[in-house]
């Protein structure tokens, strides 16, 4: 079992940046493919980015590619969502993630932390 406590979030201009972290604990914490997904209020629970914790591999969804980049601190155990050019539909709660084999889906990602607002407004 992975812990995980994000941090970061909070209320940014469209067009602003905002850096999240992902504090993860536990054991073999490096055998893990960590993700970022974000939840709006009355929709479901989205894919955001993801990375191997190992090799560095990553993923975006189109959404946020170019604009996103997701990157892990092996010496603090520590994942990081960088989130530029905000835009008031990237207003979410923003949930970090740890799977054993799962990249996209929810339903792959057995840890998650307790969520960060994000608030981007116009």
């Known amino acids: 079992q992975v812990q995980l406590v994000e941090s970061g979030g909070g209320l940014v201009q469209a067009g602003g940046s905002l850096r999240l972290s992902c504090a993860a604990s536990?054991?073999?914490?490096?055998?893990?493919?960590m993700g970022w997904f974000r939840q709006a209020p009355a929709k479901e629970r989205e894919f955001v980015a993801s990375?191997?914790?190992?090799?560095?591999?990553?993923y975006y969804a189109d959404s946020v590619k170019g604009r996103f980049t997701i990157s892990r601190d092996n010496a603090k155990n520590t994942v990081y969502l960088q989130m530029n050019s905000l835009k008031p539909e990237d207003t979410a709660v923003y949930y970090c993630?740890?799977?054993?084999?799962?990249?996209?889906?929810?339903?792959?990602?057995?840890?998650w932390g307790q969520g960060t607002q994000v608030t981007v407004s116009s």
């Open positions: 536990g054991r073999t914490v490096s055998s893990y493919r």
């Open positions: 993630a740890a799977s054993r084999n799962g990249w996209f889906a929810p339903a792959d990602f057995r840890s």
């Open positions: 990375i191997e914790w190992s090799v560095g591999s990553t």
